[in-house]
């Protein structure tokens, strides 16, 4: 049962089964494991997150919820395949990411992860151990032993065809996939499901191998997505990659899981922003999408329904067009839980758009797995790339799929604001943020743009920004977009413009899949205009990052240099 107030759990479950024991290690601070876990030794590589440098591999892991990245399920189950997983891993509130690739770990790989949610005392408790071990339904600690109830899927209400799909009417993977919604839906403690009308896949970066086996795996068994499905960025530029310098084998690799997707049925989209497609979802639209920026989007900005479904349940609900009815998928499960108050700096001007992801940023921080309502924004007039770089940043502090802006965002004015707690979010705030997120050098070797992919407006800008300029000799500048933009800034005669000016403007991938040689190996200076990036680069190229606006990137790249300095007007 889930606290109706603050998302904990009020008894003790065990979600995933299994035996164990292992060393506790206690993360206060949600993780997101993609970008945050290196999937192949458990290290925690997350350098903005307190327990930077500790190991999960062989731990009780635990921490009250996961954060960020849909794709942690997918590094989970990588660690899993190497031996390198958890023991076990221990929250203190419902939680979808992990617990799906847990899923996926013991029914599809055989090699289960044990998930347990824990009452708050009893979560405690283990926190205090040294050592804990899982037998028998029970977590034995040195003086106390807790029992653990099994999910139950009985109270959930399926339809004629749900019942159809778990039979096996419909095929064997499409059973598969509905006995695992079904196990997500129990455990999300959802009374039915509800149908989606359109999917968008995320789990197509070859970060590890588990990706592409579990995709050629699903191929190979027949399965086709049964609702208009959109794919997010992948690891390679899919027509080009043979010219771009990469070890054949990856570009290979990398092809062949964009390539099982394509015979699924999904559309060959490959753009991490799918909210920018001339065929957007509607307000009150009810979706299966994953990628934790694009379902942030779509929630708080588009103002569509979609829990922040997992890696590989956004495939399986794709095969059904059907997904757990809870969270999200009500107005109820929509509802602010906090309110954040932010002071705008008086001499911020709306041209340094570093504002949005900085406010992004650290909304998240204040609310890591609850629904915000920002409010102090009223006056402003957000740019549609402005609210994307808040959504994205918000998504790598916080685990919640949406938040609201307050008179910014469709569903804000319908926010009861009353009693809710409050946290402030002041200049001083901001220009804290500003530092942890400039911690690279400033020598900048690398500037990178489009995370999530760039709109036409943004290559419009850095086009007008550079003017008649060019880049200097020693500093790199790529854009990564989705094909459909880099076909309008063709036509526009951008693109050109831009190539003129030194500037590579990238399809497919994005700068969550790129690798070297595409990120140059000699780069150590990184300058980006995307919170998101600029927290989780160093995990992702052992590189810290600078982060600033468009205006600031295009002037790195063309001097070479970007002072260690914040903007004027957060020190005025």
């Given at each position: ?5 603050d ?5 003790n ?81 419902l ?30 408790a ?14 034995v ?6 029992g ?63 990706n592409l ?25 899919r ?47 009810n ?12 929630n ?19 095969i ?13 499960g ?6 954040i ?13 570093v504002?949005?992801?900085l ?11 609850s629904?915000?309502?920002i ?10 790339d ?29 926010q ?12 001083e ?12 050098l ?25 003017a ?13 977009a ?19 000016a030194?500037?590579q ?21 990184l300058m ?5 990036y ?5 995990g ?7 982060l600033g606006?468009l205006r ?20 005025a």
């Open positions: 049962m889930r606290n109706k107030h998302g904990s759990i009020e008894k479950q065990l979600i995933v089964e299994g035996s164990a024991s292992g060393k506790v290690l206690v993360c206060e601070e949600g993780l997101s494991f993609w970008g945050g876990v290196d999937p192949h030794t458990g290290a925690i590589i997350d350098a903005h997150h307190p327990n930077h440098g500790d190991s999960v591999s062989g731990k009780c892991l635990l921490m009250p919820t996961s954060r960020g990245s849909c794709s942690g399920s997918g590094v989970l189950l990588q660690l899993a395949l190497n031996e390198r997983a958890p023991a076990m891993i221990i929250f203190n509130e939680e979808q990411v992990l617990t799906l690739g847990s899923i996926v770990c013991d029914r599809i790989f055989g090699v289960p992860v044990p998930i347990i949610c824990l009452s708050r005392q009893n979560y405690y283990v926190a205090r151990e040294k050592l804990v071990e899982l037998h028998d339904h029970q977590l600690l040195a003086n106390q032993t807790i653990l109830d099994l999910i139950s899927k009985d109270l959930l209400v399926l339809s004629e065809n749900d019942h159809a799909y778990l039979k096996g009417d419909h095929g064997d993977v499409a059973k598969a996939a509905m006995e695992t919604i079904c196990v997500m839906a129990a455990v999300e403690n959802a009374s039915s499901l509800i149908d989606v009308d359109r999917g968008h896949i995320d789990g197509c970066i070859l970060a590890h191998d588990a086996i579990f995709a050629e795996r699903m191929a190979e068994l027949g399965a086709k997505v049964i609702i208009p499905t959109t794919i997010n960025a992948i690891s390679v530029d027509e080009n990659w043979q010219n771009s310098g990469l070890d054949e084998d990856f570009g290979k690799r990398a092809s062949r899981l964009a390539d099982a997707y394509i015979e699924m049925g999904v559309k060959p989209t490959f753009t991490c922003a799918p909210y920018l497609l001339a065929d957007k979802p509607q307000l009150g639209e979706i299966g999408w994953s990628e934790s920026n694009a379902v942030i989007f779509a708080t900005v588009l103002g569509a329904r979609t829990q922040k479904h997992p890696d590989y349940l956004d495939l399986f609900i794709a059904t067009g059907r997904a757990p009815s809870v969270g999200m998928y009500s107005t109820l929509r509802k602010a839980r906090v309110k108050e932010v002071t705008i700096p008086q001499k911020w001007s709306s041209d340094d758009e504002l949005w992801p406010i992004g940023w650290l909304a998240g921080k204040l609310s890591p797995d629904v915000p309502l409010t102090g924004l009223e006056s402003l007039s957000p740019t549609i402005d609210l994307k770089s808040l959504c994205a940043a918000f998504g790598t502090t916080s685990g919640a799929p949406m938040l609201h802006i307050l008179g910014q965002t469709p569903e804000s004015s319908t009861n604001a009353e009693r809710l707690p409050i946290y402030l979010i002041n200049p705030n901001l220009k804290d943020a500003w530092f942890e997120l400039n911690r690279g400033e020598k900048i070797d690398l500037v990178a743009v489009g995370s999530p992919h760039a709109s036409i407006e943004e290559i419009r800008k850095i086009s007008a920004l550079f008649d300029r060019r880049r200097h000799v020693q500093t790199q500048m790529k854009i990564t989705a094909r459909h933009t880099i076909q309008r800034a063709e036509a526009e005669g951008i693109a050109k413009k831009l190539e003129d030194g500037v403007i990238m399809p497919d991938l994005c700068w969550c899949s790129i690798v070297e040689p595409i990120f140059p190996p000699e780069a150590k200076g980006t205009n995307s919170g998101k600029a927290h989780y680069a160093y992702l190229s052992n590189r810290h990052s600078r606006s600031d990137c295009v002037d790195a790249a063309i001097s070479g240099f970007a002072a260690h300095e914040p903007p004027a007007w957060l020190v």
